[in-house]
């Protein structure tokens, strides 16, 4: 069973920045995307962005494009979500998911795709 564990949320204000860390654990030979969702209150839980764990091919949600940025560290078995500019409407739960099947990157933008998640981290951003 692969872990997972993030880090890095915390209160903001509109136009900070934060970086979110999500370290793996356990069998993680097995993962093959790793991809960042976020949830916020009454809402379903949203698609950010994904990396494919080998390759590194990326993909990311509308409403991320331009101000975040994903990236991997296969050595050190750790995903990291760079946000800059943040808004209000990015308040939420953010989570760290890990599929192991091997998808084409587009096609890794729904909670299905995905095999183990974090236990979230709160992002707060006040205007």
């Known amino acids: 069973q692969v872990q997972l564990v993030e880090s890095g949320g915390g209160p903001v204000q509109a136009g900070d920045s934060l970086r979110l860390s999500c370290t793996a654990s356990?069998?993680?030979?097995?993962?093959?995307?790793m991809g960042w969702f976020r949830q916020a209150p009454g809402k379903e839980r949203q698609f950010v962005a994904a990396?494919?764990?080998?390759?590194?091919?990326?993909y990311y949600a509308d409403s991320a494009k331009g101000r975040f940025t994903i990236s991997r560290d296969n050595a050190k078995n750790t995903v990291r979500l760079q946000m800059n500019s943040l808004k209000p409407e990015d308040t939420a739960v953010y989570y760290c998911a890990a599929g192991q099947l091997m998808r084409i990157i587009e096609d890794s933008t729904t909670t299905r795709d995905y095999d183990f998640w974090g236990q979230g981290t709160q992002v707060t951003v006040s205007s």
């Open positions: 990396i494919n764990w080998v390759g590194g091919n990326i």
């Open positions: 356990g069998p993680t030979f097995n993962i093959r995307t």
